[in-house]
T-cell receptor, first 112, second 114 residues
Framework: EAGVAQSPRYKIIEKRQSVAFWCNPISGHATLYWYQQILGQGPKLLIQFQNNGVVDDSQLPKDRFSAERLKGVDSTLKIQPAKLEDSAVYLC??????????FGSGTRLTVV | AQSVSQHNHHVILSEAASLELGCNYSYGGTVNLFWYVQYPGQHLQLLLKYFSGDPLVKGIKGFEAEFIKSKFSFNLRKPSVQWSDTAEYFCAVKEAGGYQKVTFGTGTKLQVIP
């Protein structure tokens, strides 16, 4: 089966600019997650979707981060405006029911 | 809320040595447990998972993990490591049932010396 697709792979932006990441989950996976992985740390959940509804966004910095999953398939995560501390790898994952996640390759964001 | 502790941040082993990576979690209820591996330059991959049943779980590439409920632990083991096992290993925990989020530990970097 095709994996979780993410784009772009790398992005470098200046602080205060905006950026958007895209994720296409595995077909049939109703649950989609965005994680932030800062260098030297484990992935931290930003937002979890069940179909096109938000299940958990408690750790999403809503003043600058937003995400949507229109039609319950692919999803975009946006940061506006970006800060230096947003430099991280942004991982998208999807899962079918209660099984382990399948992760995408991630987008490495550098904010300068 | 649950949390996960991985006490070893960096482990260096020679090839053929045995491996044990510690993982402890804090959550009083029923949990699902996972180990993920991230090879250099690659994305996270599931090594093994525990949902219920036999607490000794076997995963891919000769890895296994044992769930000890009384110790809130889920340590990862491999009898004989290879250079290709050089990677970062993440333990993760999820409240059982429903669509609860998965919480990851901070990871353990394993370096295997040929």
């Amino acid at each position: 089966e095709a994996g979780v697709a993410q784009s772009p792979r790398y992005k470098i932006i200046e602080k205060r600019q905006s950026v958007a990441f895209w994720c296409n989950p595995i077909s049939g996976h109703a649950t989609l997650y965005w994680y932030q992985q800062i260098l030297g740390q484990g992935p931290k959940l930003l937002i979890q979707f069940q179909n096109n509804g938000v299940v958990d966004d408690s750790q999403l910095p809503k003043d600058r981060f937003s995400a949507e999953r229109l039609k319950g398939v692919d999803s975009t995560l946006k940061i506006q405006p970006a800060k230096l501390e947003d430099s991280a790898v942004y991982l998208c994952a999807s899962s079918f029911q209660n099984y382990g996640y399948t992760f995408g390759s991630g987008t490495r964001l550098t904010v300068v | 809320a649950q949390s996960v502790s991985q006490h070893n941040h960096h482990v260096i082993l020679s090839e053929a040595a045995s491996l044990e990576l510690g993982c402890n979690y804090s959550y009083g209820g029923t949990v699902n447990l996972f180990w993920y591996v991230q090879y250099p330059g690659q994305h996270l991959q599931l090594l093994l998972k525990y949902f219920s049943g036999d607490p000794l779980v076997k995963g891919i590439k000769g890895f296994e993990a044992e769930f000890i409920k009384s110790k809130f632990s889920f340590n990862l083991r491999k009898p004989s490591v290879q250079w290709s096992d050089t990677a970062e290993y993440f333990c993760a925990v999820k409240e059982a049932g429903g669509y609860q989020k998965v919480t990851f530990g901070t990871g353990t970097k394993l370096q295997v010396i040929p």
